[in-house]
Structure formats: C-alpha cells, structure tokens
C-alpha cells in the first residue's frame, strides 16, 4: 500500500480544493493520519472507499476527542539599549505574552480494506470549535459501522453528524443534558438523585398541609396562638 | 362495540394524557398499539432490559406486524459506567484489572488487547515464553467463549438447559486452570506490559494439556447430540441472512463476518503475537445465517486445539517479562496507537493517546459486541420474535462490553 504522503497527494491532485494536512504521530507505532477538512469529508470518503488500489470497505474504529482551549505563553526577546551602561551596551528583554488556543473536538476513523487486506489509513475531521460549530459530516451512508460509534460520541461529546439516519443518545439517557467525556465535564454531586414519583408525592403533601384546613389532632385547637399554652399546660398537669 | 384503548385499562401504560409528572421518565409502556402508513395497525414490543433471552441488560423495541418483526430497535446504555473515562483518571496499569470487566466471559483476551496497544504505543517488546502463553490463553479463552456460547444458542431455542450445562462443565475445566493461575475465575488480570504475570507451573501445564487434548470428544459428543437435531435445523438454517458486502460495510467482525464467507481473520491478516509461527485453517460459512454462525463456533473450536496442541508442545523456557519493561511510574512518550487483536467475538480494539502523562490522554474501547449489533435490526426483519432471540444469540454479545 502506498504511504500516506503519497495518499496525501494523490488526494490532493484529485481534490484541489480539499485542505488535507499530514499529522504525524511520534510514538513507536508511528502510524501517521490525514486532517481533512469537513466540507470534502464525505467526497474524500467515498473515493477512499471506491478507489481500485486502496478500497477501503471497513471503517474499523471511530473515536472521538476533546481537545479544550489551551493557553500558550509566548516569550519574545528583544534587544534594547543599555540605558545603565555605557553608550552601545544592550540588554536582553523578555517579553511574555498569553494567547488562548481554541479548543475543538475531534473524529478520528481507522479504515482498513477488507477485500484487500492493508490497512489502516487514519482520517481525522475537526469542529471549528468546542461550543456552536460542532458540526462533521457523517461517514455513516458511506459506512455503516459508523452508525453507533457516531451516535456514541454525538451522546458524549456533542460532536452533531450532519445526515446521520439517526442521531439520538446511544448510552445515556435522552433527558440527560451534558456530554460527559469532555474534559471540562463536572460531575453532578449525587448521580442517584432523580425526581421519582416518591420525592413527587412528598412534595403534593407539602403543598397541601399549607393551604387545606388544619388536619387531625390540630382540630381541637381553634387557633395558633392558643396552641402552645395548651400544651403547655397538659405538661404541668402531667408533671405532679 | 370498540375495544377500549390500553391507557384505561391501565393508567400507566398512557404517557401522554395522565397528568404524572415524570411519565417521560419511565421505562415507557411494554406493549403498545401503534400504526403505521404502509402496515396499518401494529403492536410495539418493548423487551427487556430485564429479559432472560437478552443476555444481559439489553433492550430491543420490535414492531410487530401479527408475528413478523417489520421494525426492531434496540436500546443500549444500561450498563453504563463510563469506562473510558474512568480510564483516562487512572495510569496505564491501573486500569488493566478493569479491562477484565469489558467482556467478563474472555479477560484474557481484553488484557492482551489492552497490553498489545500499550506496547504498541511505548514499543515495549515480550519475550517469547510469554507470547506463547499469551497465545494459550487466549485460546483457552475462546474455548470458554464459544462453549458457552453454542450451550446458550440452545437455551435460547428451547432445549431448557441440558446442552448448556454440558457445555459449562468444560468451561468449568478451563476456569478453574484460571483461577490457579490468576486467582480469579473471570477476573484474570493476566497480561502485563511486556509479558505475563504468573508463570504456570509443569503441573499446570500438564492439566491443561490432558484438558485440550479430551476437548474434541467433548465437541463430538455434542455434536452428534445436536447439529443434526432436526429442530434445531428448522429454526436456524435461513433465519437471520446477512450477505457478505453488507456485513463488510457494517463493520461485522469475528465468526459473525466469517459466516457470511469473507475471510478475515485478524490472527492471519494482521500476524500479531507469533500467530505466524502456528499452522490452523480459517473457517468460513456460506450462507450467512444463524446455523453458520454456530458451526463457524464448533469448527473455531477445533482449530483452537490444533493451536493450543502446538504451544504446548513449543513452549519454550526463558523469562516472562521483558526486563525493560517499567511497571510503577510508567510514562509512554507523547503519541497514539491504534491496536486490535482477533477476540472470540471479533475485532477487539483499544486506541490510546498519550501526552507523557502517567495517565492516558484518551481511550477508547472498540467493542465488537455493539458494532456487530448493527445489523441485529437487517437480521430480524420479517421473522418473528422467537426467532429474533436466537439470532441475538447467535451474534454472541457481552453487555458488559456493549454499554462500556
């Protein structure tokens, strides 16, 4: 099978307005991948999928990640003139300056050919951001292993796959609200709270003693104020 | 003259009139009436999550048109525990014995998974008396699997117990070889990064030995008691066809793709470990239906031995961890690796990015229990629910891996 720098250009010359980046992974496995950009995602894929050498028929592994905002501090130095020394003397400043990265969410797919046996060719897409462009096109009409790892990472980390079949909550519950395997997830301090039907009933009890009448013992005490005198004095009765 | 609709029967059953706060919230109604342009009047069965046929806490949504399946979906997530992410709250090791938990029936094979991605990913190398036994485990990990498995298929046709109980007495055998090995019975925790943790004794050795080598005639027995059985042929042979392309474009992995005939084995294709070193055949169906999902299991079985014959016999002496190999304060260098290893029930894949922390970055558990699940709804379609049981059963799923 071919490198992927020779898939990168081979994509390119067929895709000439495709922004494909090479991503290099420096650990011992060094199986490096393409960032493709999400406007030709579903072009990209099919011709992976159809093209006589490469014919990759089974999308093995979808995965979704995080990557949050990131403050970078950048140090520049600059030279200025000594104003201590004597004339012509400099000195070294240092300036730092912080600039936030923005986050994004990401999709990683591992393809491999089924018919050819050679693999894998490493796809990633990127959301523009973490908060209100968290749209990818769906690999699932080219795919359809994709169908519930992509319902998966839409369910926990919010990435939303445009003409996905069927785009709901895979492993949480539908009325759940966050995407629990973003970094900046806060859990809930007790997951086994839920408004039951018990908790319900408690509170339409509450609710009732405050606006009906006064109910069993209190009907033989016309009055609040009357109440504690007369305990009160049941309590002195009782004492001798 | 009318029947009276459901919800006045039963209160409960009405999620949109009665005036209960948190009706949304319920499980939702068993059985319903729906209908349906094309059909006209259907019933919606709702079962599970708590079902004995559903191996687990599964739940499948079937719309039925008199008998026949016309829709099915199924509903995942009730075993939830978010296992990734505790993953990624805890070192590389920490969460080996965890791994265990994925596919509760195969931790041998979710360990090596696990160890083969990380030494992938730190080029961590193993010695060879540890990939030989990595080998036998995983095999005899199979042997468990798949015995449980075509014991299970005849629960869910029917045959109230008895093959199943004779398919657990030789899964007894092998658990108990785990449990003097590792301690637990399911729980291994046996691999390690760059080898295995206990060394079997020549004792061991032998009794596991004795144990492959009488496998076959327990499979023979079972056999001649029931792959011919006659109703056992009437209810799988033809229920539930895949072809092969839609099975290759929907990611179906393990004895489930190889019963539609694609020849894809991941011991052959990918060589991992010294699989290459061993001579088995790979078995391949032709029709794609339940029945060939069950003999791709006793043939698989087969091949095993041969497999396990040969380890034994070549086991070789030596070391079982790889000396460099650092178990506390382990840091891989900033990077990800995708590995993936041939697991009784398809293609098991971890993918692991690490930034140079102790803990990884992200992880991620491909399951082949629910990717194969994605042409349960395919399978089921026009046979009925009897039917829709055996062929949950014949896809081989492990809830534990399935919710994650």
Redesign the interface.
């Known amino acids: 099978m071919e490198t992927v720098e020779q898939l990168r250009d081979r994509l390119l010359a067929r895709f000439p307005a495709a922004k494909i980046e090479l991503v290099t992974?420096?650990?011992?496995?060094a199986?490096h991948s393409l960032l493709i950009d999400a406007a030709h995602g579903r072009d990209i894929a099919l011709f992976l999928r159809d093209d006589p050498t490469l014919r990759l028929?089974?999308?093995?592994?979808v995965?979704g990640?995080d990557w949050p905002d990131k403050e970078i501090t950048d140090i520049t130095k600059t030279t200025v003139a000594d104003p201590a020394g004597a004339s012509g003397a400099t000195k070294v400043v240092e300036q730092k300056t912080t600039r936030i990265q923005p986050g994004y969410l990401e999709a990683?797919y591992?393809l491999y050919s089924?018919?050819l046996?050679h693999g894998?060719v490493?796809l990633r897409l990127r959301t523009a951001n973490r908060s209100d462009a968290v749209t990818l096109p769906s690999f699932t009409p080219v795919?359809?292993?994709c169908?519930?790892?992509e319902r998966e990472i839409y369910d926990?980390y919010g990435i939303i796959f445009e003409c996905h079949p069927d785009l709901r909550?895979?492993?949480?519950?539908y009325?759940f609200k966050d995407h629990?395997?973003r970094k900046d997830y806060v859990e809930p301090d007790d997951y086994e709270w839920?408004?039951?039907?018990h908790g319900?009933i408690l509170e339409k009890a509450k609710a009732n003693r405050l606006t009906s009448a006064p109910i069993a013992g209190d009907a033989a005490t016309p009055g609040p104020g009357s109440a504690p005198p007369a305990t009160k004095s049941s309590n002195t009765e009782a004492k001798p | 003259m009318s029947t009276p609709p459901l919800s006045s029967l039963n209160p409960q059953l009405s999620t949109g009139s009665v005036p209960?706060?948190?009706a949304?919230?319920l499980p939702g109604p068993s059985v319903r009436a729906v209908h349906d342009q094309f059909h006209g009047d259907l019933l919606e069965v709702s079962m599970g999550p708590q079902h004995p046929s559903t191996h687990g806490v599964f739940r499948m949504v079937a719309t039925l048109d008199g008998e026949q399946i016309v829709k099915l979906k199924p509903v995942?997530?009730y075993l939830?525990r978010?296992h990734?992410?505790i993953a990624e709250n805890t070192t590389y090791l920490g969460s080996m014995p965890y791994t265990d938990r994925l596919d509760y029936l195969c931790s041998m094979s979710t360990n090596w998974a696990y160890a083969l991605t990380v030494e992938?990913?730190?080029?961590i190398t193993v010695p060879d008396r540890a990939q030989y036994l990595r080998i036998i485990m995983a095999e005899l990990t199979r042997l468990v699997n798949h015995a449980c498995l075509v014991g299970f298929l005849f629960n869910d046709l029917g045959t109230s117990f008895t093959p199943l109980l004779y398919a657990f007495r030789e899964r007894e055998k092998i658990i108990d070889l785990f449990e003097a090995l590792s301690g637990s019975r399911m729980m291994c925790n046996y691999q390690r990064f760059g080898g295995c943790r206990v060394d079997p004794t020549p004792e061991w050795l032998e009794t596991a030995r004795v144990l492959v080598e009488n496998f076959p005639r327990f499979l023979d027995e079972y056999e001649r008691m029931l792959t011919g059985n006659e109703i056992m042929l009437a209810r799988t042979q033809g229920i539930g066809r895949v072809t092969p392309a839609?099975a290759?474009?929907?990611?179906?992995t393990g004895p489930v793709l190889r019963a539609c005939g694609?020849d894809?084995d991941l011991r052959k294709?990918d060589g991992y470990g010294y699989y290459p070193r061993f001579e088995f055949r790979v078995p391949l169906g032709d029709h794609g239906d339940t029945y060939d999902r069950y003999m791709m299991r006793i043939l698989e079985m087969r091949e095993s031995v041969k497999i396990l014959t040969q380890a034994f016999r070549d086991l070789p002496a030596g070391p079982i961890m790889d000396p460099k190999a650092k178990l506390r304060g382990f840091r891989?260098?900033?990077?990800?690796?995708?590995g993936?290893l041939e697991g009784p029930k398809g293609?098991l894949?971890f993918?692991l990015?690490?930034d140079g922390s102790p803990n990884p970055y992200?992880y991620?558990v491909?399951p082949p229990s629910?990717?194969n699940?994605?042409l349960l709804e395919d399978m089921c379609l026009g046979h009925t629910i009897a039917d829709s049981v055996v062929i949950l059963g014949s896809i081989d799923i492990v809830l534990g891996e399935v919710?994650?």
């Open positions: 992974n420096p650990s011992a496995a199986e028929d089974y999308c093995s592994n995965t990640i990683v591992h089924m018919a046996k894998p490493i795919w359809r292993s169908d519930f790892q926990l909550r895979l492993l949480m519950w009325e629990p395997m839920e408004p039951t039907a319900a | 209960f706060p948190f949304a919230a995942f997530g939830h978010n990734e992410k992938k990913l730190a080029g839609q290759v474009n929907a990611g179906l694609v894809y294709v891989p260098k900033a990077g990800e690796a995708y993936r293609e894949g993918f990015i690490s992200r991620r491909r629910l990717i699940l994605t919710d994650r």
